[in-house]
Every structure is written in C-alpha cells, then in structure tokens.
C-alpha cells in the first residue's frame, strides 16, 4: 500500500511505533519470528511497525499497520538503509515509509541525502523517515526533502552524547526548529519516559529494544539482581 505523509502522520500522532529487530547471529533472527512479533506488537496498539530486512519487510505484508522498513549493512558508519540502491530494495520489499541514514555523513555510494530522496522518489511511492544523529542532521534532512525525522541516531555518530533514556532535548530542539513530523527514537525504555518524548515535541515514538528484545531485557533483571549484595532467602534444603 501506498500512504501519503498526511495520512501516515494523522495515524501515528501521539502513538508507539514497534521496531521488530534481532541481530545477527540471534535467536530471534528469522523473519516470521519478527513477523510475529510485530504481529503480537500491532494487537497491544501499536500503530505502526518498524522492520530490519527485506525478508523482515515481506514476512510481514499481511500487518494492517504502516510499516517502516531499513536494511541494516554492518553496524558502523553510515550503516541503515546506506545507498540508493538499499533504499529502493527495501521500497521493492513493500515498506510504506523507507528509513535510511540522515546524517551529513558521506554515504557509501557517493550520493546526498537530497539525490538519495529525489532519485528514490522517481521509481517508489515511499515516504521516508531520516535517521538524524543530531539538529543539523534533522535541518539538513528536512532540507533535503525527507517526510519524518527520527532521533534514532542520537548519540551513536559522536554528535550527542550518548543519553541513557531518549535525547529528550534533541527531540525538544528539533520540534523548535522544524515542521516535518518527529519520531523519537533510542533508548526510550519505560512507558514515562514515551510519554516525556511526546511531552518534549515527538509526533510519535518508537520503541525497539525495551518491547522486542528478550535477551536485553532479560540481562537488565539479571544487572538488576546480580547488583544485590547476597541475601536472598534461599530456604532450607
Ligand atoms: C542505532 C541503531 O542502530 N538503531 C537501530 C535502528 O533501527 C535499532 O538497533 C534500534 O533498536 C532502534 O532504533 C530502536 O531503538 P531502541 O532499541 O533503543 O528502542
């Protein structure tokens, strides 16, 4: 299906996005895995989902919500949805909104962000979200024509610090200075702290790790047990 940015933003406002992703190398890395999970993600509410793969993305046609779709290449650099060609393959795998780098780093295949957006806007109906790591990066994205501006890599390209909740005030700063919807994004792991990121100026949130990400989350209750000192009652044998 192809939405229009009016429509997908009045379906999103105020509401949680799901982003559905296992590593490689995970348990979970299995397209119908995800496919459920986003599944299982749409029936407590959620009003769009976001998915890493073009397998991802076609396992999961059948969803009655927006997909976001990106194709992760690696995991440093300029790594979601990397070139046109990433771009317009995650379009093919039937995304409605394709999510790809928007810093003003360089990109792997020589393009701007603007010539990536133009060109993949000549061959797909897609709205895409800019992943921006900073404001310049959500002024420059929005310049370069983007529909949706996430916060998605705040604190992970040295422009802003690494936050342990959202980058709340990236979120706020943007809101200030931009008119293209905002999607917060990172870190956001508690319901308050979804609730601040609306608070602060995100049209909508989303939320990965804290929702789809058992191994993570279960490492937080181990942290969280492991720091007591050792006095749990341990019954008589
Ligand atoms: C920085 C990067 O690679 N972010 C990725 C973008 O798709 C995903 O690994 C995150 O899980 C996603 O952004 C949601 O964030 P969180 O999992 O913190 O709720």
Redesign the pocket.
């Known amino acids: 299906m192809s939405i229009d940015a009016a429509t997908f933003t009045a379906r999103i406002s105020g509401g949680l996005i799901v ?1 559905c ?1 296992a ?1 490689p190398g995970e348990a979970m890395r299995d397209p119908n895995t995800m496919a459920q999970v986003a599944r299982a993600a749409v029936t407590g509410g959620a009003v769009a989902i ?1 998915l ?1 793969g073009t397998a991802d993305i076609r396992a999961a046609v059948d969803l009655d919500v927006p997909v976001i779709g ?1 194709w ?1 290449d690696g ?1 440093d650099g300029v ?2 949805t990397p070139t046109l060609e990433h771009a317009r393959a995650v379009a093919d795998a039937g995304a409605d909104v394709v ?1 790809l780098d928007g810093t003003r780093r360089p990109r792997p295949d020589g393009l701007t962000l603007a010539g990536t957006i133009a060109a993949l806007r000549e061959t797909h109906d897609v709205l895409v979200m800019a ?1 921006c790591g900073s404001l310049d990066d959500a002024i420059a994205a929005e310049e370069a024509g983007a529909d949706l501006l ?1 916060t ?2 705040a ?2 390209t040295g422009e802003r610090r690494k936050t342990p909740g959202p980058d709340l005030e990236l979120v706020a700063q943007v809101a200030a200075r931009c008119t293209r919807p905002i999607i917060a ?5 508690t319901p308050d702290a979804a609730a601040a990121a609306i608070e602060a100026g995100a049209t909508a949130v ?8 058992p191994s ?1 989350i279960t490492s937080w209750f181990v942290a969280a047990l492991d720091a007591r000192p050792a006095s749990g009652h341990e019954g008589s044998a």
Do not use: M, N, P, W
Not at 185 to 189: A, L, S, T
Not at 206 to 213: M, P, Q, S
């Open positions: 982003s992703q590593y976001r890493q990106l992760k995991d790594f979601i999510a992943d996430g998605t890599l604190g992970y994004e990172g870190r956001i792991h989303c939320v990965g790790t804290a929702i789809t990400h993570t």
